[in-house]
């Protein structure tokens, strides 16, 4: 299984929705927990990186491509 690829000020959908109802997050921090900042009401979570991986869907819009050349 491939593993999924992410960074920092990317935007990715998770296999679950936030309680607001949107289930698009965006990612402020990274290290062995993963902060991540829901599109919808702001609500920031910490979660750890595993759990992360587990639930994250896929990468909607990555942070790196607007930011190239």
Avoid: Y
């Amino acid at each position: 299984m491939e593993r999924k690829v992410f960074g920092l000020g990317d935007i990715v959908q998770m296999k679950k929705q936030h309680p607001c109802g949107t289930n698009e997050m965006e990612i402020i921090r990274m290290g062995m927990d993963i902060r991540i900042k829901c599109t919808g009401c702001q609500h920031s979570v910490l979660i750890p990186r595993a759990k992360f991986e587990k639930n994250l869907k896929k990468v909607l819009q990555s942070a790196q491509s607007g930011e190239e050349d």
